[in-house]
């Protein structure tokens, strides 16, 4: 028999809710949920924790020393509170470790300036390299691009876009005069139009150039020069270096342009790159895996989740320390207040999730007993915010299940909460979809954005100082509350999947998404190459 299909969103105080109750009242007479709220409050270690981690390690970027480090710290918290904590290896990656830096402009004048070596980016051996500096200019074909190439030798090669303005445009439409910031607009998209022009008319395929960049390094450049701007006040987004010979550095936004103008205008810059880096060469990558085994369905399971690995810009912190460490403070306060559960707790601290969910793609690999006996999991990856949404990732009954949980936890922490069910199953983009692409019951918990995508993510700018810890107490609640009624739950959640909507351009229903390979290799992943 074929099920109702049903679909709705509807904010969650509506069903959890019952007459009479206060919203500062516990919805639940249940002790363990109560013990939760309690030692998730006033027994908080959300900040030590995410303090130590985040100030005192730093970023984790994947088969990083950091990383390493930040592995060996969690598994040693993890054990200290009763779990059976490992690591666990999945492959092996290009090692990389960030050293000291410091970068100059010595002509026409001396600036320190505000930037860095990108990750696997070479450095200069600690000593300090220094020249010129060449920008593309008016390339319209690949006989101009050799041309160019003809120029780059003992050069800085500036490969960004300059922004004509390093204000937020936010602050544009709030001071300037009529006009004149559709004005600034309209010339910025031109110039940015003849720009992204130049280096299509050289004639790569490739959509990231990495071909040209390659081709600049045979061509005896000093290194490579970008900027990544957010557009938020002093941001930059900071990522990898496609080149393995030279280095490639970023500089911010205002720093750029600055080197930018005094090349364009013949004013001699004169840049000086002093940097240390390690490549560790091969080394083994692992993702964090502990366990609290279940007393009466141990091969069920509940699990955890996060990915542990970060860019290295900043400090990776709500990119996904946030996440982690909401996920290890939910372990830990379930084995104070519930130290026998019925199912299985497992909590999974991914790697390499930034390469492409390679380390929860493995895992799923590797455990299909795990992946079959999953009661749910649940994973957070977008930041400091308080939950405001989950949905039932697509699988018809979970809705039913979500409700029944998110109606017994804390009104002050569900309130926040949209629901949709049956909602789309995510087809990649975080950790959950690797389990969801297997038909198994992975919900994510989507936080409130804190400017998340211009502020902090993938920036220089994701530190400590970013996270709010009163939203973070409340997404402790509610995943602790929502591990420990999957559980207990008597039922398992059921696997049937929704009819998928129609796609609009084919007419045919949408496929459930599928599973990619982890890549285990750095030598094979696309995005290191
Ligand atoms: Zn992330």
């Known amino acids: 028999m074929r099920r109702a299909r049903w679909t709705f969103t509807v904010t969650l105080p509506f069903l959890a809710l019952v007459p009479g109750l206060r ?52 598994v040693e918290r993890l054990a200290s509170w009763g779990y059976d904590a490992r690591t666990e290896q999945y492959g092996t990656w290009e090692g990389w470790n960030r050293g000291t830096s410091a970068i100059d402009l010595v002509e026409p004048r001396v600036r320190s300036l505000e930037g860095r070596i990108l990750a696997w980016s070479p450095g200069t051996g600690g000593e300090p390299v220094e020249g010129g500096v060449v920008a593309p200019d008016g390339i319209a074909s690949p006989a101009d691009w050799q041309a160019f190439l003809g120029t780059v030798r003992d050069r800085w ?45 050289a004639g790569s395929d490739d959509p990231r150039n990495r071909d040209l960049q390659r081709q600049l390094e045979e061509a005896g450049a000093l290194g490579i020069v ?58 083994p990558v692992y993702n964090v895996i502990a366990e609290m085994r279940g007393t009466e369905l141990p091969d069920e399971y509940v699990i955890l989740s996060a990915h542990y690995d970060s860019w290295e810009a900043g400090s990776g912190a709500t990119d ?95 309130r926040f909460i949209d629901v949709s069910f049956p909602g789309m199953p995510s087809g990649g983009g975080t950790d959950s979809a690797s389990f969801v692409c297997a038909g198994a ?7 409130l954005s804190w400017d998340y995508g211009s502020l902090t993510w993938h920036t220089q700018r994701d530190t400590f100082d970013k996270l709010v810890f009163d939203d973070l107490r409340n997404n402790a609640v509610l995943t602790a509350s929502l591990a ?21 351009q084919t007419g045919e229903p949408a496929n459930w998404p599928a599973c990619g390979a982890a890549v285990r290799d750095s030598r094979n992943s696309p995005r290191m190459q």
């Open 23 to 74: 919203a500062q009242t516990l919805a639940d007479d249940d002790p363990v949920l109560r013990a939760i709220y309690t030692e998730a409050t006033e027994g908080s270690r959300f900040e030590p924790l995410a303090q130590a981690l985040l100030d005192s390690i730093g970023p984790r970027l994947t088969a990083s020393e950091g990383m390493e480090r930040a592995q060996a710290w969690a």
């Open 157 to 201: 090669v500036m490969w960004s876009f300059p922004q004509p303005t390093c204000r937020p445009d936010d602050m544009w439409r709030e001071y300037a005069q009529p006009g004149s910031y559709e004005a600034m607009d309209e010339a910025r998209d031109e110039a940015q139009r003849a720009w992204n022009a130049q280096i299509r008319a």
């Open 226 to 283: 970008t900027s990544n701007w957010t557009g938020e006040v002093g941001t930059n987004r900071v990522f990898n270096s496609y080149t393995r010979e030279i280095p490639t550095f970023e500089l911010s936004c205002e720093d750029y342009g600055l080197v930018h103008r005094l090349a364009a205008r013949n004013q001699g810059p004169v840049l000086r790159l002093t940097a240390e880096a390690e490549n560790r060469g091969h080394v």
């Open 320 to 414: 996904n320390g946030t996440g982690s460490v909401l996920m290890m403070e939910a372990a830990r306060i379930l084995a104070e207040v519930y130290p026998n559960p019925k199912r299985t707790i497992l909590v999974g601290l991914w790697s390499g999730e930034e390469q492409g969910l390679n380390g929860s793609h493995a895992f799923v690999e590797d455990h299909p007993d795990i992946v079959d006996g999953l009661q749910a999991l649940y994973n957070q990856d977008n930041g400091t915010g308080r939950v405001v949404s989950m949905s039932g990732s697509g699988f018809v009954d979970a809705g039913g299940h979500l409700a029944r949980w998110l109606a017994r936890v804390p009104a002050q922490v569900s």
């Open 441 to 447: 019951p992975g919900f994510n918990l989507g936080a």
């Open 484 to 504: 420990y009624l999957a559980s207990e739950d008597p039922e398992r959640v059921s696997r049937e999947r929704r009819d998928m909507p129609l796609n609009t």
